[in-house]
C-alpha cells in the first residue's frame, strides 16, 4: 500500500507534464482538485520527486527567514528519511540534504546533510506554512517555497535552475484504486526498485500473479477480473481494520485518535527495525488513507482523526455538527479541522472549501476565546465564517491538525471535544 500510494502521486505529476527531480507545487490553498489522501488544505505544499538512479541528488530548503518549512524526506516506502526545516535537521537554519542511492559508498562533502536511501525513488512532502489564509500571506508562502532547489550533487558547482511546476487547477488524483490498477502500479515499482531484506519473501507470492522483476507485466483478462474481485475484498477489510484504529482514543471517553496503530508509529521512524513486529496489515491502513511519514512525529505536527460523533454514529454529511475548539489550543503554529470524503480519503469535491483553521481570515471565536467550527450541507445563519461544507448522502471523516504542538497537549490538559449533532440557529 505505501509503494503503491507513492506510485500514484509519481504517476499523476507524470500526467502532468512533471518529470522526476522536478517540484510540483499549489499556488493556492489546496481544494476538490488535489485528490491526494488526506492533504493539508491550510498550507502550501512544495512536493518534489526525487531518483538517485544516476547518483546523489540535493535538495536545498531555505533557512526560516521570511517563511518556514515543514516537512520530511521519505523513500518510496514511505519511511522517513530525515525531517526538514524549523523541526528537522537544520533547525530552520536552512541546508542542503543530500539523498543518496542504495548502497552508495563514498564520503558525503563538507556542507550537506547525508540522508541514506534504501529505495532509488523518493519524495519529499514540505509545507510552506502562511501566516493566514488572505492573499498576500498565500503568496508569501509561494514565494518562500520556490525558494526550495533541487539537482543532481553531480552539478553542483554549477546547479541548474529547479524547474517548478504548478499544480492549482489540476485534477491531480492519487486515491487508492481497488481494482486492477492496483496492481500495475505495484507492477512499477517492483521493477525499479531493489527488494529489501524484509521483504523478499514477497518475491514467490507476487510472482504468481506475474508480477516479476524484469519480465513484462501482463495478466491477461481472467486474472485481471480477480485483482478486481481481490481488491474490493481487501478494501473491505482495510476499513474494518481502520474503524478499530479509534479504540483506545488519543483521549479518554472522546471520538479522537490517531489514525494509526501504534506498532506503525514506532516503527516508521526505524523503519521497522523492531524484531517483535512487522505490521503490514497496520501499515495497509495507515496508508490507504494517508501519505507521508515524518521522522519525529509530533515536534513538527500531530493529527488526529474522528469517523464518529459524541454519540458514537458515523458522521453523516446530510446532518449538521458542532465542534467547540477550545481556548488557547497549545501549538506554537496554528490548528486547523479538515472534512474528507469517508469513502476515498481525499478532499471533498465542487464544494466552497474543504477546511477551517485558527489561521483562516475572519474565523470568529466565542467571548471566551474558544471557536465553534460547524459542518453541514448548509451555512449556518451566522456561522459562514466558521462553516466547512458536507455533502449529503455521503459519509465523512475530520483531521484536526496541530503544527507546533505542546507540552499540554500530550499531557492531556487540554482536550479537544467530540462533534455534536446541533441544530442550524
Known amino acids: 500500500m505505501p509503494v503503491v500510494n507513492f506510485d500514484l502521486m509519481l504517476q499523476a505529476f507524470l500526467k502532468a507534464g512533471g518529470l522526476p527531480n522536478q517540484v510540483p507545487f499549489w499556488s493556492h490553498l489546496l481544494d476538490g482538485q488535489n485528490q491526494t489522501l488526506t492533504p493539508n488544505p491550510d498550507t502550501i505544499y512544495f512536493n518534489p520527486f526525487f531518483d538517485t538512479k544516476d547518483g546523489p541528488v540535493v535538495v536545498e530548503i531555505p533557512a526560516a527567514e521570511g517563511g518556514s518549512i515543514t516537512g520530511s524526506i521519505d523513500d ?8 526538514v526545516g524549523l523541526a528537522g535537521a537544520d533547525k530552520g537554519a536552512g541546508g542542503k540534504y543530500l539523498i543518496l542511492p542504495p548502497g552508495h559508498v563514498g564520503t558525503t562533502p563538507d556542507g550537506y546533510i547525508a540522508v541514506p536511501s534504501d529505495t532509488f525513488q523518493s519524495y519529499a512532502i514540505l509545507r510552506s506554512n502562511v501566516k493566514s489564509g488572505s492573499e498576500a500571506d498565500v503568496a508569501q508562502a509561494v514565494a518562500y517555497g520556490k525558494r526550495i532547489r533541487v539537482y543532481p550533487l553531480a552539478q553542483a558547482a554549477r546547479p541548474p535552475e529547479t524547474r517548478h511546476l504548478d499544480m492549482a487547477g489540476v485534477l491531480y488524483d492519487s486515491t487508492i484504486p481497488y481494482d486492477r490498477d492496483f496492481f500495475r502500479s ?11 531484506t524484509r521483504d523478499k519473501a514477497m518475491i514467490d507470492p507476487l510472482r504468481t500473479l506475474g508480477i516479476c522483476k524484469g519480465e513484462p507485466f501482463d495478466p491477461g483478462r481472467a486474472l485481471e477480473e480477480t485483482f478486481d474481485a481481490a481488491a474490493q475484498e481487501a478494501h473491505a477489510y482495510l476499513d474494518m481494520r481502520y474503524e478499530a484504529v479509534f479504540d483506545p482514543p488519543f483521549a479518554p471517553g472522546t471520538r479522537w485518535a490517531l489514525p494509526a496503530v501504534p ?7 526505524n523503519f521497522f527495525a523492531s524484531t517483535e513486529a512487522y505490521p503490514i496489515d497496520g501499515r495497509a491502513v495507515s496508508y490507504s488513507l494517508a501519505y507521508f511519514s515524518a521522522k519525529h512525529l509530533g515536534e513538527g505536527q500531530y493529527y488526529l482523526m474522528a469517523i464518529r460523533d459524541a454519540a458514537g454514529d458515523a458522521l453523516d454529511g446530510s446532518e449538521t455538527y458542532r465542534l467547540r475548539v477550545p481556548a488557547n489550543a497549545p501549538v506554537t503554529l496554528y490548528w486547523s479541522a479538515t472534512v474528507y470524503d469517508r469513502e476515498t480519503h481525499a478532499l471533498i469535491r465542487n464544494v ?7 489561521t483562516s481570515p475572519g474565523i470568529v471565536a466565542e467571548p471566551d476565546g474558544s471557536v465553534d467550527l460547524w459542518f453541514s450541507p448548509h451555512v449556518p445563519a451566522g456561522k459562514e465564517a466558521n462553516w466547512i461544507p458536507t455533502v449529503p448522502g455521503r459519509g465523512f471523516e475530520v483531521l484536526f491538525r496541530l503544527y507546533g504542538p505542546k507540552k499540554p497537549f500530550f499531557e492531556k490538559q487540554w482536550v479537544l471535544p467530540d462533534l455534536v449533532k446541533d441544530q442550524l440557529p
Do not use: F, H, T, Y
Not at 516506502?77 to 525531517?83: R, T
Not at 505495484?186 to 529489501?196: F, G, N, S, T
Not at 466552497?352 to 485558527?358: I, P
Open 352 to 358: 466552497a472549501r474543504a477546511s477551517r483553521a485558527s
Open 186 to 196: 505495484l507492477a512499477r515499482i517492483v521493477e525499479k526498485e531493489p527488494w529489501l
Open 76 to 83: 518510496c516506502w514511505q519511511n522517513a528519511l530525515e525531517d
Open 263 to 269: 506498532e506503525v508509529v514506532e516503527g516508521m521512524p
